[in-house]
């Protein structure tokens, strides 16, 4: 899937994520991550954003994170949804989304 326009998932409410997704310009996926709990868990988020990434299929992304601790299935969550709002309405059929 490609990313063809920009989408914002989430809040910055306690506990909650919010992503900013949009296509890069050098057809790569980049993560730009801020985070309450980084030096804790910042390498963690970090490999759960390339993990949903990779299960799209997703290889041309500028990601901003803004996290306030959310957990792991709300990362995915909130990702998931700019994703969704990202790609074309052919890609939106994929069975990914479904589950």
């Known amino acids: 899937m490609k990313i063809i326009r920009r989408s914002v998932s989430g809040t910055l409410e306690s506990s909650d994520i919010m992503f900013q997704l949009e296509s890069s310009q050098d057809g790569k996926n980049h993560i730009e991550l ?10 963690s988020i970090r490999s759960t954003i390339n993990q949903t990434l990779s299960n799209f299929n997703i290889t041309n992304a500028d990601v901003s ?8 299935c709300i990362i995915v969550a909130r990702l998931k949804a700019a994703i969704y709002h990202s790609v074309s309405e052919e890609d939106r059929e994929n069975k990914a989304f479904k589950s």
């Open 34 to 43: 801020d985070s309450s709990v980084e030096k804790q868990f910042g390498d």
């Open 65 to 72: 994170a803004v996290d306030k601790g959310a957990l792991e």
